[in-house]
């Protein structure tokens, strides 16, 4: 089906609003309470979102060879081999029971890549961080904190209580399901299906500079193993890691390639960048893979790289490339509480947080 061009990057496609900066600040007040308050029963810190690690992968990212001038942009300019670490979360604050649901994440760290660097952006990766849904639950990073002062009201609470009630908005999402309707906000509640995370296509939802141009990211899954696990639902019942277990059984038997896919924005009021809530529509602005992620069978929760990985490195979507620099008011807002939240974890639990210098 044709397509229009893709639409060139200009600073002009952002709209910078009055006020970003004091949003950012009540933001990491709000990721203070849920940091203060798990670092206390925990003992140690952890994320403030996505705290939960469900497996810890190590592979290689291979870059496609003669790809079009306009996919063979940034760190996709020219063919390669890249090593890369993947952290599989969900996005909760706190630790939770697997039996309460939520949606899946991915962090994409590639290392060894070369070129100009986002403004403090340290070491030599760059970092790609994904949900397994196409848009985001909100529009702006001011309408974000009032569902983040909900989330940290809840953190540490009622645990028996989120259980029953991601049950329930299991039962409401599947009704919503039925009739086409899906739910971002009931899923980001505890509605999500409990999935497989290994069969998930996973999305930046937001979008980030493609050097010349714009665009969003997804990993899908490419093998036939990881294939059929799309969908695949798991039974957490009396097995609070039972996402962990699962990941960890079938790593050791497969070999998983996901496909690293670019959707270039080619209408700005279809494909806006300011509000992270619309779907770009595939067949107006289809994904197109730049890149394979292939991961050989390995133990996805072994104790060496889980400490250098899930403990010592953090993912942020300002790590990485000038040329890959993340877009609109959501990603602007991340800037500042994505370091803020790491730099606590490094306070807390007096450990470093380790950046790959290439």
Not at 46 to 51: E, F, M, P, Y
Not at 93 to 121: H, M, T, Y
Not at 152 to 171: F, P, Q
Request: hydrophobic fraction near 40%.
């Amino acid at each position: 089906m044709p397509v229009g061009v893709p639409v060139r990057y200009s600073p002009a496609v952002e709209d910078v609003r009055p006020g970003e900066g004091e949003t950012v600040r009540h933001l990491n007040e709000t990721f203070d309470t849920i940091l203060e308050t798990t670092a206390n029963d925990y003992g140690h810190a952890v994320r403030s979102v996505h705290a939960k690690a469900h497996g810890i992968l190590e592979g290689t990212l291979d870059i496609a060879e003669g790809l079009p001038p306009e996919l063979a942009q940034g760190l996709f300019a020219k063919p390669g081999r890249h090593r890369v670490y993947l952290r599989i979360s969900t996005n909760a604050g706190d630790i939770l029971p697997d039996a309460i649901s939520l949606p899946r994440g991915v962090a994409l760290k590639v290392l060894d890549v070369e070129g100009e660097r986002l403004l403090g952006a340290e070491g030599g990766a760059q970092d790609f961080v994904m949900v397994n849904g196409p848009v985001f639950q909100t529009k702006t990073a001011d309408q974000f904190l009032g569902n983040l002062k909900l989330l940290a009201g809840t953190t540490d609470r009622l645990e028996g209580t989120k259980k029953v009630m991601s049950a329930v908005l299991r039962g409401v999402n599947t009704a919503l399901g039925a009739v086409g309707i899906e739910s971002s906000k009931l899923q980001s509640l505890g509605g999500a299906p409990n999935v497989d995370p290994l069969g998930e296509t996973y999305y930046s939802v937001t979008p980030f500079r493609y050097g010349d141009y714009i665009a969003k990211f997804s990993l899908a899954p490419a093998s036939p193993e990881l294939k059929a696990l799309s969908g695949k639902t798991i039974d957490a019942g009396g097995r609070p890691d039972a996402i962990r277990e699962t990941v960890q059984a079938e790593m050791q038997g497969i070999t998983a390639v996901w496909d690293l896919r670019v959707q270039l924005c080619r209408d700005l009021d279809k494909q806006p960048v300011e509000d992270p809530t619309v779907e770009w529509k595939e067949d107006e602005a289809p994904f197109q893979t730049v890149a394979t992620v292939t991961v050989a069978m390995q133990d996805s929760w072994d104790e060496a790289r889980v400490q250098a990985v899930n403990e010592e490195m953090r993912f942020s979507i300002w790590t990485g490339l000038a040329a890959h620099q993340p877009l609109g008011n959501i990603n602007r807002a991340r800037r500042d509480t994505y370091r803020h939240s790491a730099e606590f974890r490094q306070r807390f639990n007096r450990c470093p947080i380790h950046e790959p210098a290439g």
